[in-house]
């Protein structure tokens, strides 16, 4: 579904991906790792053709993204869905209108049609009812699922989420992950996960690839990675899980 062949990705003279390699099958959640600064959300921009790598090749659904137009690379964003970190609604916008967005400026949906998916979505992530709400009236954790929700519209092949648990309660997060499974379960969706939390890439993750300066340096079934006798893998993923004083 995703394959990723030699990509590097430099900021003027900074090699930022160097020499990046993995594929994601079809209903795989491949978790990213990395510590601050290791490439891990620049990894995600090429994936939805917002950055093109130097050097490299990438496919989503055998289709080779890095060298397409940007009519060509919409049409690709429409199998896609990205729940941006900080969920990125639009705050004029109530609940509803913010999800229904990408059906309204794409699709030749009608009015009533669109509200019913909206419904539909909202309800899929726990929010029935919010669609007249506005995003400042909820907390993080609904703005995520609002973001969530948002994403599916489409009903996308392809999930991708930057730091899906940042700034909420280990619960909140813990019913994020919840979700993030049920999609793959419901939906059958193909997801790669950049996150910070260990206990949430434990939990979500079929596959987990650690970048470390640009590179990716492990990927592994969570159980390999708990092996790894790397101790650049073995300290990111211990200090991850808890602190020692
Ligand atoms: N648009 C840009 N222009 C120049 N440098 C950039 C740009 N975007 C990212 N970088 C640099 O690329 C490196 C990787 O950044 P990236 O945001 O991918 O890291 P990250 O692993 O997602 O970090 P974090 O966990 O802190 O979000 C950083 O050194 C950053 O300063």
Do not use: C, W
């Not at 948002?150 to 991708?160: D, G, K, S, T, Y």
């Amino acid at each position: 579904m995703i394959k990723v062949v030699n990509v590097h990705k430099y900021f003027k003279d900074r090699h930022i991906l160097k020499d990046i390699n993995f594929e994601v099958k079809k209903g795989e959640t491949l978790v990213i790792i990395g510590g601050s600064g290791s490439g891990k959300s620049t990894l995600l921009k090429l994936l939805i053709g917002l950055l093109r790598p130097e050097k490299g090749k990438i496919f989503i659904k055998d289709e080779e993204i890095s060298q397409m137009t940007e009519a060509q690379l919409d049409k690709i964003r429409l199998k896609m869905g990205m729940v941006f970190q900080y969920s990125a609604l639009f705050d004029s916008m109530s609940v509803g209108d913010n999800v229904g967005f990408g059906l309204k400026e794409h699709g030749k949906m009608r009015k009533e049609q669109i509200r019913q998916i909206v419904e539909e979505k909202l309800k899929m992530v726990e929010l029935e009812g919010f669609a007249d709400f506005m995003p400042n009236e909820l907390s993080g954790g609904m703005k995520k699922r609002v973001s969530l929700a948002r994403a599916i519209a489409f009903e996308p092949e392809i999930l991708l989420y930057d730091e899906p648990s940042s700034g909420l309660d280990p619960i909140t997060s813990a019913k994020i992950d919840d979700l993030i499974v049920q999609m793959q379960k419901l939906l059958g969706v193909t997801s790669i996960v950049v996150t910070h939390d260990m206990n949430s890439a434990f939990y979500i993750a079929d596959r987990i690839a650690m970048l470390y300066n640009g590179e990716m340096i492990a990927i592994g079934t969570p159980e390999e990675i708990k092996k790894s006798t790397d101790n650049r893998v073995l300290e990111f993923i211990n200090v991850s899980k808890e602190r020692k004083r």
